[in-house]
């Protein structure tokens, strides 16, 4: 594996995490937003990753043992359709059904609290990776000197 290799996959985990930091903040952001621009309340999403550039296992076995993945990457953005709305007896809000509840977004300030320390942690540890890689690099320089 080069150092270049070591550092763009490194860059390919900063750069997943920087949109599922983007996409965290967007469900923080709308956790009040009862209409959207189809009448409907906002709906959390999340990202889904998956590892660049895929090979099936047996290609992998018979190939050397030094080749490792190839970063990460961003497949799709999706909706949480699973969780609840949450549902607030408002009879005077403007979006209120017939019954007088509103129902708000399915986004739990907890969740996304938690999911946003998990992402910075995930790109702070492929700064320190990549800033490894960086030293090593250097240090390969240095030694001609």
């Given at each position: 594996?080069?150092v270049?290799?070591?550092?763009n ?12 930091l983007?996409?965290i903040?967007?469900?923080?952001a709308n956790?009040?937003?009862t ?7 906002y709906r959390?999403?999340?990202v889904?990753?998956?590892e660049?550039?895929?090979?099936p296992?047996g290609?992998?076995?018979l190939?050397?043992a030094?080749?490792v ?6 497949t ?18 403007p ?9 708000y977004?399915n986004?739990?300030?907890?969740q996304?609290?938690?999911d946003?320390?998990?992402?910075t942690r995930a ?7 990549f800033?490894?890689?960086k030293?090593m690099?250097?240090?390969g320089l240095?030694?001609g000197?």
């Amino acid at each position: 594996m080069s150092v270049y290799s070591g550092m763009n996959i490194s860059a390919s985990g900063m750069t997943a995490q920087r949109l599922r930091l983007d996409i965290i903040s967007q469900n923080i952001a709308n956790v009040n937003t009862t209409r959207d621009e189809n009448g409907n309340p906002y709906r959390r999403k999340t990202v889904v990753f998956a590892e660049k550039d895929m090979t099936p296992f047996g290609d992998i076995l018979l190939r050397t043992a030094g080749k490792v993945g190839n970063g990460v990457k961003v497949t799709k953005i999706v909706e949480d359709t699973h969780t609840q709305m949450r549902k607030v007896y408002d009879p005077s809000h403007p979006d209120a059904d017939d019954e007088g509840y509103v129902s708000y977004p399915n986004v739990n300030i907890v969740q996304e609290m938690t999911d946003m320390i998990d992402a910075t942690r995930a790109y702070e540890a492929n700064v320190t990776a990549f800033n490894a890689t960086k030293s090593m690099a250097m240090k390969g320089l240095e030694i001609g000197k």
